[in-house]
Nanobody, 119 residues
Framework: QVQLVESGGGLVQPGGSLRLSCAAS????????MAWVRQAPGKGLEWVSD????????NYADSVKGRFTISRDNAKNTVYLQMNSLKPEDTAVYYC????????????WGQGTQVTVSS
């Protein structure tokens, strides 16, 4: 059974930090690129960052570049998102997404974790 389980969300003050984790099971983790996608209240999905299966290539949305860092540990089947200098506009539900790197492009989603940035 495929599972992506996010954790690490919570309430943090502006300027603070959080580290999100996404634990994967039920598929060959290293064969999947992983991404973080967020949805703010009343808004659509926004891609935040992604990392390739080997962990050597990363990409970031302009809105988080320089503040967020994505990483993965293939031995632990886990992807992380280190979030620093958080802003109120980072408030959202953060979802973990896995995409198989070879065709067919199978996609898996986690259930999401809430991040709230507020004083």
């Amino acid at each position: 059974q495929v599972q992506l389980v996010e954790s690490g969300g919570g309430l943090v003050q502006p300027g603070g930090s959080l580290r999100l984790s996404c634990a994967a099971s039920g598929f060959t983790f290293s064969s999947y690129s992983m991404a973080w996608v967020r949805q703010a209240p009343g808004k659509g999905l926004e891609w935040v960052s992604d990392i390739d299966g080997g962990g050597g290539s990363t990409n970031y949305a302009d809105s988080v570049k320089g503040r967020f860092t994505i990483s993965r540990d293939n031995a632990k089947n886990t992807v992380y998102l280190q979030m620093n200098s958080l802003k109120p506009e980072d408030t959202a539900v953060y979802y973990c997404k896995g995409v198989r790197e070879l065709a067919p492009a199978i996609v898996y989603w986690g259930q999401g974790t809430q991040v709230t940035v507020s004083s």
